[in-house]
T-cell receptor, first 118, second 112 residues
Framework: DGGITQSPKYLFRKEGQNVTLSCEQN?????MYWYRQDPGQGLRLIYY???????QKGDIAEGYSVSREKKESFPLTVTSAQKNPTAFYLC?????????????????FGDGTRLSIL | RKEVEQDPGPFNVPEGATVAFNCTYS??????FFWYRQDCRKEPKLLMS???SGNEDGRFTAQLNRASQYISLLIRDSKLSDSATYLC?????????????FGTGTSLTVIP
């Protein structure tokens, strides 16, 4: 079955530690995204990538880093510089718009990773 | 000004009721619109896309009003299982790559 797989489901970070969240998709989507959701809040964009080897900062990129070496994979590293990392992290993918082509293509989400501080 | 704004609710309605949510967007050039459903502590799931002519899927109807820059979701004959947060999502056509803009969500509780 095609889909997006995030791992781990739960992650605990010690102070000063970097941790990496995995996101893999087999939907053959070019675009991938990372969001953060705090309790009772909406989704905030951390980073997104429209194509392999390219990515852009979202609204809250500070303290995070990403890579996009393969189409299927878009890992997110939460660095020690992110002082308040406790949140629900969601990875998504989509077919990117190309002018009038592929309009109305939605995002598909993984089932998320919950990150907490030890 | 936020790209997408929703009334956060909460909406508490009895079973069988009809409930409607609205969502406004700021970019008049936006082309793609969606409603997602998010259950507590779960990922958002696509409920339906919103087409210019409006569209219906069972008890759910979505409409787009370009002149006033809002989209709506109507749920008829509410079920207990409809209790969730409903997210409005907009994908502008230009200037933002392929970013999707999310509303903060409207909370619905259907009461027996």
């Amino acid at each position: 079955d095609g889909g997006i797989t995030q791992s781990p489901k739960y992650l605990f970070r010690k102070e000063g530690q970097n941790v990496t969240l995995s996101c893999e998709q087999n939907l053959n989507h070019d675009a991938m995204y990372w969001y953060r959701q705090d309790p009772g809040q909406g989704l905030r964009l951390i980073y997104y990538s429209q194509i392999v080897n390219d990515f852009q900062k979202g609204d809250i990129a500070e303290g995070y880093s990403v890579s996009r070496e393969k189409k299927e994979s878009f890992p997110l590293t939460v660095t020690s510089a992110q002082k308040n990392p406790t949140a629900f992290y969601l990875c998504a993918s989509s077919i990117p718009r190309q002018g009038a082509l592929y309009s109305n293509q939605p995002q598909h989400f993984g089932d998320g990773t919950r990150l907490s501080i030890l | 000004r936020k790209e997408v704004e929703q009334d956060p609710g909460p909406f508490n309605v009895p079973e069988g009721a009809t409930v409607a949510f609205n969502c406004t967007y700021s970019n008049s050039a936006s082309q793609s619109f969606f409603w997602y459903r998010q259950d507590c502590r779960k990922e958002p799931k696509l409920l339906m896309s919103v087409y210019s002519s409006g569209n219906e899927d069972g008890r759910f109807t979505a409409q787009l009003n370009r002149a006033s820059q809002y989209i709506s979701l109507l749920i008829r004959d509410s079920k207990l299982s409809d209790s969730a947060t409903y997210l409005c999502v907009v994908n502008p056509i230009s200037g933002t790559g392929n970013q999707f803009y999310f509303g903060t969500g409207t909370s619905l509780t259907v009461i027996p």
